[in-house]
């Protein structure tokens, strides 16, 4: 298999290229009786879109999803559930100018070597653009999910960072801004840094965190498949990112074990919370938090010089419509990505037991 | 499927309880053909086993191996490799004083409630002893792969951190030293340190940074299944693991896109190599560098506070025979995994194109 | 996974309903660099599609692929093939009358069982018009199998059997004729039984052979994943099918050992072949050859009692538009499924040597 | 993956070649909180081994299973369930009469050209004892199954055909003789002509009939993992079966629809059971059953002709302790791939609906 499907009983395989006919997927495994709320999914879709506001690409694309099948008298049926998301604006000549040339940090000269050639036309399948049928998949998650809350936010972009711990942040303000930060301080700061980056040609990195809330007792599966490992593989499958931890992370590294145990209250919640809501691999109820590093995006408007497919070196000059910071529009993807893994391993529970 | 698989193609299963009669596994897909050499597979699991130095756990465990199929005349026949490793030295009554009750950041309370019980001896499956048959299968994976070289060492304990770039190290040293950790000065002051930590009866957590070297061009596959996505999962389902990053990894989210890329030389490579040796989720053939988190581990040596089954306060003090500190023991086991998805996607990389 | 997918490494994943929107499939893991003849791929479905003879049934359905991702410049990509069939002419309405009852020997009672209710408009999901996203999908596998012919042929309708031995027929006139049986004689009786059994408002069943040649050696697995046992699952997998047998089948039954084996010739092929090209589950170069048995389709144009959701005795009528004989238009499924089992192994069979 | 795993929730894994040190398997999936009995595991073991009888071989393998993990306290633990088998009474040196030429309808052939080479010991992982395993599994499964009853029984010895509808036979006696047929006097015919047929030095094909009753509505999932197609493949996988059809089956062809089609009773079973238990692949809780198809055995203790690895023509003669007929041994191995099947079924089931 190809690697696009993700999920093992809540299943969804995508497809698309970035400049082809249309993207989109088929979700294998839904349970059948949930009633459907697709003004909510194409929401969703709407917080992924480029042009949504001025600190990200310009490009013009409406992302309208369209449902082919899985969905009768507005109840999922138990079937598998295509859908697809029409190409309405390609500009496909954007792209001839790298059409024989790699870009540095692309996925252009890994695909020539890997298949013998490629679809050029705005990265083809290695496109950011392949995440919106993520979303779409996501927000059919999380009506299955329903009681689970799934809220990420944008926490660093380049240097700043927010420090506030997310038990003190309000989501309800996530939406509020254009950089997706609930601290609305920061939020103007690191909006102000983006159009500065911008103004340069140049782009910024940054972390988004999510926080996953009400999540029952007994989600994940030992050994391999350990619920934190297949949320991290979730996330790095995202484009850009770079790094994953969650609970105490990196930083739990440095205490001693006396520190960064998280004592029991009677009722089996614990008084802190450094395991991020897993034990062993497996949910106790508290909630999980993880934050996920995405690099700056490696398209630059300025001139560089790289190679072409002849091993010669070429000077080129990056054009096109791009994210300077790509973390504002992937807060909807790493919950997408959060609520598949969840959805799933919501299922594979109930077969635990006799 | 209960998690206790890894990888599509080169693909493992494993079984086995910490106090039950034997742990082992099975390989499916080995390649047929291979030349095993049994002592080398013996030898890595001898880096894993406790007793091998005085700042890992004292329990005395041979840990040897026993291949039952697979193997014909000293070569892989093609068919599934069984091997089991039989436990020798339980003491099981060790555990009889958790028996009813829950260790903190253990995996204790979060088993009972989701199988309604527990094999509670030394954790049982939860047992970062599950990890020996992880050992075995990486082994083998090792030798099919051949001409890549893996090779992972401490680069933390507790606050001590090496920050010598690893092209600077000499990577023989890996092995001269308890801790693992190619430096033989920070070596000293990181076992200083764990024995430390040891005598107060508490422990501490490290990073363990892997290298992968004579990567061929085209490992990994696009969009879910990106080669560092499966590394970070295998990283992420080792025991005590809260986080992963390879390349520039968090510290590049502060970059900006034109100081993070990495510039093409006319034969392919990179100048600098901040993608980590993957780009797009296909590897490019530079160095395959990341880090992996390890918190303390759990069981300390002290008197401690938790709740029994009845949701009881109860009083413990942890016993047994303890790491103070799971990094050194860890090497072999992130070698064992990155092996085991190198040669997955090995495998996996000769359907590409036609 | 709710079973909408086939294959490991070449895996088509099929989405919708007779009358919804759109029926499709996305082909996941098919190798880049096959040049694509869509045309081809169009008459592979135009070879399954309602109203193509008197002795089919009569609805009018286009049944237009349209190819969505993973082909640029003519040729696959190595990245998935989305595709979707849109629906044209469903008739919803002449399925008012099923809404509450369960039609005898169809899934209408087993779905609103297992999944709460169904989307009953032309049986749903469970129509045999998810046949051609098959279609669509082992088009594009025979174009990677390319020098692999298969070739599937009515043998047999009702009592009416075709006894002549494969090796006498000749497969290009498999195609002259409505019911698709290569002895013209033959198919002249097949077609009159048909249509009086249509003049009757009843149906009958039929026998699909198919004949594999030009089979390198090597393919299948041994143990579970037999070459024979996947094909079979295949071919049950198709609407309406009862049985399968490959070489010698059933009547090997009755066979001594002494007669049934197939004796060398010095080139490793075989003097007879009994064992139908597959030995111990793997190909062993010679025709692969099987039957598949098609039960009468269940819809009969005659009035009948039945009951209804609520355990009601009712008596309906059988109306709508349906085949009198299934096996005319099976043909291309039976050819699609054996061509994604051998483009699956193909692939497959490039990991079993170092 | 190389096909030793089978079953998606409820999964067995084997691993063990005829005359290796052991054969064996993982369970991974199986429920928490089944009460093993395992005498009973053992009982079906010993339905399978040789030796058991006058008309099977005459081997003596104890085939004592030993159980290595994921039981604790009498009761499954929902971790793996590692087992193994050791083999105790191989004579090696039986086969290397067989070491350089191909056995005519073996898989000597084809192991070679697949992989290189071969363990020609016994027909290495070809031989039936990998089954053994699968008896194991399936005597877990059976025991997770519980309220489902699973009978096979032989129907068919060469030409002589059980026809008593199954409805009318007493499946207690099925053990009582060594034929294992239920109608007394059939099994004494069975076993006279088995006996005939070895002292000629042949083999002699049969059919085993499997009746599954108890089912509940539900299992089986639409398209390709159909109920009915997962039992085929099962069927299809074990050693020297060459045929598979259900309910009406074959004979269901000849039939028309007014004919077969089964109509309801009030309370949702029919009247009839022509469908064979299944309808749209999902149980309609009407027995299943179904008849698999078993070719002669290939090793005839007679003197043959046939090639060599370098292509020469070779003459040889067979020997070893061998079944006349595989039928009687091979009852508990079709029951145990039923059972293993129903279990995985039983689990995805419970995924369907919200």
Redesign the interface.
């Known amino acids: 298999?190809?690697?696009?499907?993700?999920g093992?009983?809540f299943?969804v395989?995508?497809?698309?290229?970035s400049h082809?006919?249309?993207?989109?997927?088929?979700i294998?495994?839904?349970?059948?009786?949930?009633e459907l709320d697709l003004e909510q999914i194409q929401l969703e879709l709407d917080r992924r879109k480029p042009g949504q506001s001025s600190i990200v690409t310009q490009r013009k694309e409406p992302d309208t999803v369209?449902?082919?099948?899985?969905v009768?008298e507005g109840?999922t049926?138990?079937?598998?559930?295509?859908f697809?998301i029409h190409n309405t604006n390609q500009k496909s000549n954007d792209y001839s100018h790298i059409k024989d040339s790699?870009r540095?940090?692309?996925?252009d000269?890994?695909?020539d070597?890997?298949?013998?050639?490629?679809?050029y036309r705005g990265g083809?399948?290695?496109s950011a653009r392949?995440t919106a049928s993520r979303v779409v998949a996501g927000g059919i998650a999380k009506q299955?999910l329903k009681d689970i809350q799934i809220n990420a936010f944008v926490s660093?972009v380049?240097?700043i960072t927010l420090e506030t711990p997310y038990q003190e942040l309000d989501f309800s303000k996530i939406e509020s801004n254009a950089v997706r930060c609930p601290d609305l301080d920061m939020a103007q700061k690191m909006e102000d840094y983006i159009k500065s980056?911008k103004k340069?040609g140049?782009?910024?990195?940054?972390?988004v965190t999510c926080v996953i809330q009400n999540v029952p007792?007994?989600l994940?599966?030992?050994?391999?498949?350990?619920l934190?490992?297949?949320l991290?593989?979730?996330m790095?499958?995202i484009?850009a990112v770079?790094?994953?931890?969650?609970?105490?992370?990196?930083a739990?590294?440095?205490?001693?074990?006396?520190?960064?145990?998280?004592?029991?209250?009677?009722?089996?919640t614990?008084k802190t919370n450094?395991?991020?809501g897993v034990?062993?691999?497996?949910?106790?109820g508290m909630d999980i938090y993880f934050?996920v590093?995405?690099?700056?995006?490696?398209?630059?408007l300025?001139s560089?010089?790289?190679?072409n497919k002849d091993?010669?070196?070429v000077t080129t000059q990056g054009k096109g419509r791009h994210d300077p910071c790509v973390v504002p529009r992937a807060v909807p993807i790493v919950e997408a990505m959060a609520a598949l893994v969840l959805a799933d391993y919501s299922?594979?529970?109930?077969?635990?037991?006799?």
């Open positions: 298999m190809a690697g696009n499907s993700f093992q009983l299943r395989t995508t497809f698309g290229e082809g006919k249309a993207l989109g997927g088929i294998d495994g839904c349970p059948a009786g949930i369209e449902i082919y099948s899985g009768f109840k049926t138990g079937t598998p559930i295509g697809a790699y540095p940090s692309h996925a000269y890994v695909y070597k890997k298949y013998g050639f490629r679809d083809g399948r290695s392949e299955f660093q380049g240097g980056i340069e140049d782009t910024i990195g940054g972390v007792v007994g994940g599966e030992p050994v391999f498949d350990k934190h490992a297949k991290g593989e979730a790095l499958s484009n770079k790094g994953f931890e969650y609970g105490s992370g990196f739990g590294v440095a205490m001693k074990g006396s520190e960064h145990n998280d004592a029991y209250n009677e009722d089996g614990t450094r395991s991020g034990q062993g691999g497996i949910s106790n934050k590093a995405f690099k700056p995006v490696a398209t630059v300025q560089y010089e790289t190679i091993g010669e070196k299922l594979l529970a109930r077969t635990n037991k006799i």
